[in-house]
């Protein structure tokens, strides 16, 4: 940009100053090709010397940026969400965050709650290709997160004993090359040495004896507990189980994944052979159990009944154990899964239950729903009924009374036709529901749902309002007060 010569004194200084400062950034920018340059061409030469350096893997790995960007300047505390998000799914990543700059390691290091989440999983290819120890990764979480408690992942369902991974390899391998009747018989009986495969068990093993600690004693820092046992082997499931066996007296949350057959071979439930629980919980506050087989062991597990607060729980259609369910008096939410598939008959009448929990605010309903239409229930604080699916059959227990319906829909309630039968359902059963919330709904849901509300003629008196929020955010508020003008308005 060019300016006047014929310009006063300090406009002049001032454009004489601007004309140096713009010679000075040519010469900073030209400088700083030159160091970026020089940087590339030093880091290619170093790239065998890198600490970090790990054999070529199968799967991709995250990289993390370790140039200055946008995201350091943010404040700290922000910058701790970012990080909490980024570990949420892996959280072994943290050990790349630590070679991003100075600034994140110390960041990471000073922050207790980060380290405070310990993932472990069983995974022979990934131990095959990888050279990082996770029982230098426990240890580290163990020591920094103090004096937080920890959040405890454990996924041990490919977990398999030598024998066995050998044996399915192998019966994998083979079958493409013979047709054979008694292959498995001849495949069984064999029997291959493996130091790998030893090697990755047992570091497997010593990894889980880290994380419980000498007697138990890191047990007493477990917040919660995922728990996958192995799918293929209740025998190696119980030996995990044994191996966890003591007090965790501050662990609130527990989520058991498909324990039911392991229970059931050790003729004992939820205790070992001297009548010692394989995990002694007295405060717990929350549990998740995915199986019908371990609902049937509830009263066990639950140590102290009174401080059962969420119960997320698994009945098969005979609904056999629901009973157990009148002690937890504490229940603030309730999720039962019924198992079931159309055609099957319904609960007699005389097999009715009768279930009262006085401070249930959240019920979930999901799977078959006809073996609970003789249930019933007692829940006066009940406010909200949460539903999954739909059932050209569906019905609702008797005596639910929430002021709040949210209903989820799958494809099948689509195929099914399954829809209107189940918005009738709630309509005719639910009297003092203000408001029905649907989601995960396509357009068309949407004209089937407003379809039966212009059909259904005794609409509850508090209903106000059913939102349907369509797949992608959209929301569709529907006012029921013109379409009860509309049905009661006389006809011409």
């Known amino acids: 940009m060019s300016y006047s010569s ?9 454009v004489d100053r601007l004309t140096e400062c713009q010679k000075q950034i040519t010469g900073l920018e030209s400088q700083l090709i030159q160091f970026k340059k020089e940087k590339d061409r030093l880091e290619e030469e170093l790239v065998d010397y890198h600490v970090d350096k790990t054999p070529e893997r199968p799967v991709s790995a995250v990289m993390v940026a370790a140039g200055r960007t946008n995201i350091q300047k943010l404040p700290d505390e922000m910058l701790l969400h970012i990080v909490e998000y980024f570990l949420s799914q892996n959280h072994r990543r943290i050990r790349r965050l630590l070679l991003v700059c100075r600034h994140w390691t110390r960041i990471i290091m000073q922050s207790p709650r980060l380290w405070a989440k310990i993932q472990l999983s069983a995974n022979y290819q990934q131990y095959r290709w990888s050279s990082e120890s996770l029982i230098q990764y426990v240890e580290a979480c163990i020591q920094r997160s103090q004096p937080v408690l920890l959040d405890i992942e454990l996924d041990y369902e490919a977990l398999q004993t030598r024998e066995d991974y050998l044996r399915d390899e192998l019966l994998c391998a083979v079958s493409n090359i013979t047709e054979s009747s008694n292959l498995s018989e001849q495949v069984e009986n064999l029997d291959f040495v493996s130091p790998e495969y030893d090697a990755y068990f047992d570091q497997t093993m010593k990894e889980l004896t880290t994380l419980i600690g000498p007697m138990g004693t890191h047990m007493e820092r477990w917040h919660s507990l995922h728990f996958r046992p192995p799918t293929q082997d209740s ?3 119980l030996e995990i189980l044994l191996m966890m066996c003591g007090v965790a007296p501050n662990l609130q949350s527990m989520s058991l994944s498909q324990i039911g057959d392991i229970l059931v071979i050790t003729d004992h439930g939820w205790f070992d052979e001297d009548e010692t629980p394989f995990l002694s919980i007295p405060n717990l506050r929350s549990l998740k159990l995915d199986d019908s ?5 509830l009263e066990d597990i639950v140590m102290t009944p009174s401080t059962l607060v969420h119960l ?18 504490a229940l603030r939410t309730l999720n039962l899964h019924i198992g079931g598939y159309f055609g099957l008959r319904q609960v007699p009448e005389d097999e009715s239950l009768s279930l009262s929990l006085p401070e249930l605010r959240e019920l979930g309903l999901k799977g078959y729903s006809l073996p ?4 019933q229930f007692n829940l006066p604080s009940l406010q909200c009924l949460k539903l999954s699916g739909g059932d050209p059959k569906f019905q609702l227990p008797a005596n639910l ?4 319906i949210h209903w989820s829909l799958d ?3 689509r195929m099914t036709g399954a829809i209107p039968p189940t918005l009738k359902a709630i309509l005719q059963s639910c009297s003092r529901v203000t408001t029905i919330s649907i989601f995960k709904a396509i357009w068309g849901d949407y004209e089937t749902v407003l379809e039966v509300l212009r059909k259904v003629s005794d609409l509850p008196v508090p209903l106000k309002a059913v939102v349907v929020e369509q797949v992608g955010g959209k929301r569709i508020r529907i006012d029921v007060a013109p379409l009860r003008s509309q049905l009661n308005a006389p006809h011409s």
């Open 401 to 404: 009374f929430p002021e709040h």
């Open 293 to 297: 087989a371990a609902a049937l062991y």
């Open 372 to 375: 609970l239409k003789t249930v």
């Open 6 to 14: 014929n310009l006063p004194p300090e406009i002049q200084e001032k």
């Open 411 to 413: 494809p099948m309630s």
């Open 235 to 237: 025998y190696l499931g």
């Open 312 to 329: 997320d729980i698994c009945y098969d259609h005979t609904v056999r154990g629901l009973s157990q369910l009148q002690m937890f008096t």
